[in-house]
């Protein structure tokens, strides 16, 4: 039972390459999320996916896209990456938004920066 | 204002000493506040839930929730070098999604 996993850890792109990073929950988890997170400014939502089949904007959408492969996985691809897209980014996923309190599981990170 | 405020710290403490990371928020709506803990190059870990007002206790750790003044702490006792990490402080209304605080880093030296 791996949890959360994301693919890659770490990764370095120039100012608009384009890159999708990879998320994968073995929970049987509906919902998934995508965070980026920065010095001084916490977890912010990027995308989620409430259940299989649909995409919600977050806080920070811009310069994002995602895709809800199956139930299991949750993909984030930036198109043109910019340096201010330079983070940490947190998959994580939970069994069912709507109900109750909402505990997310969350990965290991993907660490990438832009030049 | 972001609706929810957390001081970022650094804190650093000596071994056994009390703790106390604290989060305000404006938004009257919450029921559902949290406690993560995350350590360094790690994806943050669910510590303590709360629903409403009250205090919830776990070992060492003590949520609590005051909605009257909207205001909620972690009170971690015994402090270990273990407990060093970034605590973040997370909140949502009934199935919403969650808003979280920067996060306090928290050191514990020996």
């Known amino acids: 039972n791996a949890g959360v996993t994301q693919t890659p850890k770490f990764q370095v792109l120039k100012t608009g390459q384009s890159m999708t990073l990879q998320c994968a929950q073995d929970m049987n988890h509906n919902s998934m999320y995508w965070y980026r997170q920065d010095p001084g400014m916490g977890l912010r939502l990027i995308y989620y996916s409430a259940s299989e089949g649909t995409t919600d904007k977050g806080e920070v959408p811009n310069g994002y896209n995602v895709s809800r492969l199956n139930k299991r996985e949750f993909s984030l691809r930036l198109e043109s990456a910019a340096p201010s897209q330079t983070s940490v980014y947190f998959c994580a996923s939970s069994q069912l938004a709507g109900v109750n309190y909402n505990e997310q599981f969350f990965g290991p990170g993907t660490r990438l920066t832009v030049l | 204002q972001k609706e929810v405020e957390q001081d970022p710290g650094p804190l650093s403490v000596p071994e056994g000493a009390i703790v106390s990371l604290n989060c305000t928020y404006s938004n009257s709506a919450f029921q559902y506040f949290m406690w993560y803990r995350q350590y360094s190059r790690k994806g943050p870990e669910l510590l303590m839930y709360t629903y409403s007002s009250g205090n919830k206790e776990d070992g060492r750790f003590t949520a609590q929730v005051d909605k009257s003044s909207k205001y909620i702490s972690l009170f971690i006792r015994d402090s270990q070098p273990s407990d060093s990490a970034t605590y973040l402080c997370?909140?949502?209304?009934?199935?919403?999604?969650?808003?979280f605080g920067q996060g306090t880093e928290l050191s514990v030296k020996p």
């Open positions: 997370a909140m949502s209304w009934r199935g919403g999604k969650l808003i």
